[in-house]
């Protein structure tokens, strides 16, 4: 312990003579330091922490899969599954996206709800903080139990532990029973506050297995692995399409795990950040080592004298490698200072709601990261400095002393391979960012088939005890439409029961039968989203009727039903033939005809086909959209959608007292403008872009920084060879040319490693990058020149001192 103690002041005396070279050190790996813990931060939050119920690991979520379209099931076709009881140790039907309206005492609230089984919370392993779920006899009655969010409790009931048994009013209607209370941090999925039993009003036929409504939630029994129980639900869904083949042929069950329903789809952009980061790290280390490597050699002679009088290698090396760790700690301590303003940094790029679990902070586990990294970085770097200091002599350093500052071959050897690899480096991150920067470019640039811009979006979902037919919720959407046409700056009102890119949970993709065809050929159907819009909603949106005619206000409850498709589900249901005049329903052939003649037909009349829209990550095929009238459906949870003649946001609050005028209780959400909903769906791209181009501006600014010293030093240790040959009769541009030809050999040197790197590295970016080749010559030639760019003016200012030597006085300098 003595020694290690005698080391470490040892080394800060040291570093406390040369403070220029210390403070660059610490520095450079600050910044490192800093950005690596940041965006462990981030990896932690999303792909490390657990999610919030007992041995997530477990939990799956049960879908149907039909022509390559995931969604939802059947609550018959969970009862097949649930009797497999060697898979899972249970399985709970919800639905989630619901939303209930809170009016009492003040401006009407929108609380955001899941409907479920009694059993989901016993199977996502949460112990209750009060009471527990509603009887499992509510699962298929109409009943009113439901269990509060903690943070539900708190804010509306001022955490009352008496609350059990207590009823409250939600949508109008006062019987809802509290039965349960959930510990913090639990949403299931996402954001629900409120848990209610699903009952029979959201499952309309228990016994018709084409009725697919619902989501499943199932935990894996102990012994089972995913590839297991997914090989076994396969075979689950193959033998109900042979046992069921009107309902269930061409259907099938998969699943997905839980955890991968927040993380998955940013898991990618996170583990590139986080290796871009760490190639950031080993460029900042390789700069360390050559300034420690700088400060070995100029103190090699007392070194060696060291070394002479008694002091054992190993001495020496442990001196060396403490030095380093010295500049590390110093750089961990203000590197974790820095990530925490990397951290609000990141939080502000991101700019959506995450869930409420993700909490991307400097927590326990980042600042044990960062101590790690710090370590890692002070061997890493001191490694080389060890090494030489284990192989000092005193004959050598007396020789070495003896010519003067001219270094050896090995030195300069050393000093080049260090800015070779970080120049290779840096060519990779250059390229990497160079690649998404222009994926995000083009991406943002895609056609989403609709003008975004100058629309305003919000949510309204109507109380369902205050509209119960389907006349009144007609009657309000009516009336909201004239209102909202009259708000100063609205250009245009329309309604979508499905808003695309409204990133509403409940949304469900459908099944379509068409008229006259097969039954065989029926099972090749895929899954549809159907969406319940008014006349104004194609031109309010800006997307074009390609053949036949729009929705208008003649297509009323009382005529018979017509339907809009979009171009690609045209051509997927009728291949080379015309789509108007065609009929098509929902569901299967099991599909109910009408049973008399007051009974409103299924079957919908195809009147126009409208273009395309892109699916909701903007990226690979267009959605398959069926569009019918609100005036035929009815409704009552839609989006509005407002087209202004000024900023979205400017009208946003006239919008809502329009609707306050036509009913003043009723709730208004999710107010956001069109151009705001497509940034939420190109964060991931947006973040992983910006910091990538972050991260190779740091690597450049440490490239340059590793050039400068190199070249710098060169010229230092070369001052005889210089005034020689400047006495020799070589011109001060020759110097020039051969100092900046020294920095440019080594940055090209790197440039082709990097680029053989690069090449080999940007495959793993293929399945997030959007309408970029891997192989882009552009981005290629724009990295290669910025390099080099940056080589000469790194070496510009040591060049240019070579090349105002005096040859005499360099000569006699040297001596």
Known sequence: MTGLRSDVLHAWRSLRRTPGITLLAIATLSVAIGANTAIFSFVHALLLKALPYAEPERLVRIESVRGGERGRVSIRDLDDVRA????????????????????????????????????????????????????????????????LSHDLWRNRFGGDSSVLGKTITLDGYPGYTIYGVLPAGLHFPARAQLFRSIGTRFTPNLKDRDARDVLAVARLAKGVSFAEAEAALRGIGERLARDFPSTNAGVGLGMTPVTELTAGPARPYIVLLFGAVGFVLLIACTNVTSLLLARAFAEWKSTAIRAALGASPFRLARQRLAQSLTIAAAGGVVGTALAFWWVSLLRKMIRV??????????????LVFAALVAIVSGVLAGLAPAWKARRTDLSAALRESERGSTAGPASRLRRGAFVVGEVALAMILLVGAGLMAKSFVRLSDASLGFDPRRLLTFRVALAWKTYERPEQISGFHRRALERLREVPGVSGAALDSDLHLGGAEDSALSTVYVEGRDDKLQTRNPYVRIQDVDSEFFPVMGLPVLRGRALSPDDRADRPRVAVVSDSLARRLWPGEEAIGRRIREGGPSAPEPAGPDDASPWMTVVGVVADLPREHLTGEADLDLYTSYLQGAPPNVFYVLRTRVAPEAVAAAATRALWSVDPHQSIFDSVSMEDRVERHLWRQRVSASLLLAFAALALLFSAVGIYGVISQAVSQRV?????????????????????????TLAGIGAVLGTAGAAALVRTLGHVLYGVSLADPLVYAAVLAILGAVAVGAAALPAWRAARLAPLDAVREAR
Do not use: K
Not at 124 to 137: E, I, K, Q, Y
């Open 84 to 147: 497999e009881l060697r898979l899972f140790e249970g399985v709970a039907s919800y639905m989630p996206g619901a939303q209930y309206n809170v009016s009492e005492g003040g401006v009407p609230e929108e609380i955001p709800a899941t409907m479920s089984d009694h059993n989901l919370f016993e199977v996502l392993g949460v112990r209750f903080l009060l009471g527990g779920s509603w009887p499992a006899a509510f699962d298929r009655s109409r009943s009113f139990g439901v269990v």
């Open 353 to 366: 709601d995450l869930p409420a679990w993700v909490r991307i902070a400097i927590e326990g586990r980042v």
């Open 720 to 744: 005889r060879e210089i005034g020689v040959r400047m006495t020799l009769g070589a011109s001060p541009g020759r110097i020039l040319g051969m100092v900046l030809g020294e920095a440019l």
